[in-house]
Structure formats: structure tokens, C-alpha cells
């Protein structure tokens, strides 16, 4: 059973810089696509970034690409998410997922990820 579990989330300014963690437990994630993606209330979950499974190849959101920054540790069962220059419209909640299918070329849409952490909140003030 996979174990997704994110930190670092919090209140910033716009403009200043957090990075998000992800750490797996349960199971070996260095074989497979890892993402991130965010949901406020009353939206659809939004693809974020992901990368694939030895950290060579990502694909972002436009409305992210340039600011955000996806990483992988495979020795530490981790997973990151650099984001700077946030914006007041980056505020969601960000979930970390899985794709066990491991598809070429990273898949995008969240119904192909089949595990979930719990979520943490992003908030970024004006």
C-alpha cells in the first residue's frame, strides 16, 4: 500500500518561494511517474508538474512553467516541488500522486494517477 505524505506548504507574500515534499512509504516509487497537482474549493484538480521516473524528463503547466521546478530523490523515496515567484492565484491546496502505469510520455491527467497524499495548503497574499 502506497503512503504518499507532503509538507512544506504555508503562507507566503507573492513573489517569495516555497518547496513542497513528498515522501512515499510502503513502496518503491523511484520506478514511476510522480506529480503534483492543486485544487481550490469548488475547481477541477490541476495538473501541476511531473517527472518521470529517473528524474530526466518533466512536463509542466503553462501557467507554472519558468517558476516551478520538479525533482526527484529516488534514494530517499521523495519527491519536490520548487516553486518561486509565487502568485496570489498559485493558492490551492497541492496533492502529490503516483502514476503506476508508468507511461511514456508523463501522462497529465489526474484520473491516470492512482495514489494520492492528503494534500498540503498553499497560500500566497497580495
Known amino acids: 500500500q502506497v503512503h504518499l505524505v507532503e509538507s512544506g506548504g504555508g503562507l507566503v507574500q507573492a513573489g517569495a518561494s516555497l518547496r513542497l515534499s513528498c515522501a512515499a512509504s510502503?513502496?518503491?516509487?523511484?520506478?514511476?511517474?510522480m506529480g503534483w497537482f492543486r485544487q481550490g474549493p469548488g475547481k477541477e484538480r490541476e495538473f501541476v508538474a511531473a517527472?518521470?521516473?529517473?528524474?530526466?524528463?518533466?512536463r509542466y503547466a503553462d501557467s507554472v512553467k519558468g517558476r516551478f521546478t520538479i525533482t526527484r530523490l529516488n534514494a530517499k523515496n521523495t519527491v519536490y516541488l520548487q516553486m518561486n515567484s509565487l502568485k496570489p492565484e498559485d493558492t490551492d491546496v497541492y496533492y502529490c500522486?503516483?502514476?503506476?502505469?508508468?507511461?511514456?510520455?508523463?501522462?497529465?491527467?489526474?484520473?491516470?494517477?492512482?495514489?494520492w497524499g492528503q494534500g498540503t495548503q498553499v497560500t500566497v497574499s497580495s
Open positions: 500522486a503516483l502514476d503506476s502505469d508508468n507511461t511514456i510520455p508523463i501522462r497529465i491527467t489526474a484520473d491516470w494517477y492512482d495514489y
Open positions: 510502503g513502496y518503491t516509487v523511484r520506478r514511476y511517474v
Open positions: 517527472i518521470d521516473w529517473n528524474g530526466r524528463g518533466t
